[in-house]
C-alpha cells in the first residue's frame, strides 16, 4: 500500500544555526490519525509546514499521496496542485475576520474555481450546499452567515475544519489545533478530528502538547526531541517513565499538561460532585 505521506531524511536548519528538523524519516498509512508530541522548540510547527510544502527543507524528500512535495531543498513546480489534497489547521484559525463564515468555509474549494469567481466571491448552488453541509457536520452551520469575527475560538476551529473539507483534502495537517481553546471546545475539535478521520477515511496529522490527548484520540504517535524522532509507535505505551527516558528534564513540560478534556468527560459522567484537587499529571498518565 502506498503510504499517504513519505517522508526521507528531511532536515531544516535555520538562518541562526538551530537545527529545527533532523533526518526526518516517517511513512504515514492512508486512514491513520497520527500524534505530533514534543516540548516547545521540538520541531512540531517546523514539520507540518514541511509537510504541506510551506517551506523548504535543506535536503531530503516529502511525498503525500504519491505526489512530491518538495525534494533536495526545492518545493515542487506544481506544488499549488499537491496543496488542493492536503488540509492545514492552523492554531490561530486562520479565518478572515470580516467575511461570513460560509465565504470562509468556501475558500476550500478556490483551487478549481476560475479566478474571476473566486474574487467576486460567486459560487454555485452546488458548492454552497457542500459548504453549508461540511458547518452541519462540524455542528455550525446556524453560523453560516455570521460573521467569523463573532465566533468563538471553538467555532472558529470548527471553521477551519469544515473548509479542510470542503477542500476535499485526503490529508489534514494540524498544528497545536486545541492549544488555545477551552476543555468543551478542544473535546469538540478534537471528535470532529476523529470523525472525519473515521468516516471519511483522512488521514489526519495533529501536533499535540497535551500526551493524554494523543492517547485518547491516536493510535500512534511521534515524539519529537531537538528536532530528532525519538519514539514512533502506540500512543499507549507512553508512560511517564517513557517520556522522562526520551525528554530528560523536558518532559516535566509534557507531563506538566493534564489530561482537560478526560476530566470534563469524567465530570459529566459521574455528575456534579464537590471540588477536589486534580491527581497529578503523572497520575493521570499512569
Avoid at 459529566?268 to 497520575?283: I, K, T
Wanted: charged letters at 20%; glycine letters at 10%.
Amino acid at each position: 500500500m502506498e503510504a499517504a505521506i513519505q517522508i526521507k531524511g528531511l532536515g531544516k536548519t535555520f538562518g541562526s544555526g538551530r537545527k529545527a528538523l533532523q533526518d526526518i524519516t516517517l511513512d504515514i498509512a492512508p486512514g491513520e490519525m497520527v500524534a505530533l508530541i514534543g516540548a516547545s522548540g521540538s520541531g512540531k510547527s517546523t514539520l507540518l509546514r514541511h509537510l504541506a510544502g510551506l517551506m523548504p527543507g535543506d535536503g531530503g524528500l516529502v511525498r503525500v499521496h504519491g505526489r512530491t512535495v518538495q525534494q533536495h531543498g526545492r518545493i515542487a513546480s506544481d506544488i499549488r496542485s499537491v496543496r488542493a489534497g492536503i488540509g492545514f489547521v492552523f492554531q490561530q484559525f486562520n479565518l478572515v475576520d470580516r467575511l461570513p463564515v460560509l465565504v470562509n468555509v468556501l475558500a476550500g474549494t478556490l483551487h478549481r474555481v476560475p479566478l474571476w469567481r473566486s474574487l467576486a466571491r460567486w459560487f454555485t448552488a452546488e458548492e454552497t450546499a457542500r459548504g453549508l453541509e461540511a458547518l452541519r457536520r462540524v455542528g455550525i452551520a446556524e453560523c453560516c452567515f455570521q460573521r467569523a469575527s463573532t465566533l468563538s475560538g471553538g467555532q472558529q476551529q470548527r471553521a477551519a475544519i469544515a473548509r479542510a473539507m470542503v477542500q476535499g483534502a485526503k490529508v489534514i495537517l494540524a498544528d497545536e489545533p486545541i492549544a488555545s481553546l477551552d476543555p468543551e471546545s478542544s473535546r469538540r475539535v478534537m471528535e470532529i478530528l476523529a470523525k472525519v478521520n473515521r468516516e471519511d477515511r483522512c488521514t489526519v496529522v495533529v501536533s499535540l502538547h497535551q500526551v493524554n490527548v494523543a492517547m485518547r484520540y491516536c493510535a500512534r504517535t511521534v515524539a519529537l526531541h531537538h528536532g530528532r524522532v525519538v519514539y514512533d509507535g502506540p500512543s499507549s505505551a507512553l508512560t511517564p517513565q517513557l517520556l522522562r527516558e526520551l525528554y530528560g528534564a523536558e518532559a516535566d513540560e509534557i507531563l506538566s499538561l493534564g489530561d482537560h478534556i478526560g476530566s470534563l468527560q469524567d465530570a459529566r459522567r459521574s455528575g456534579p460532585a464537590p471540588w477536589v484537587a486534580p491527581l497529578s499529571p503523572l497520575a493521570q498518565v499512569a
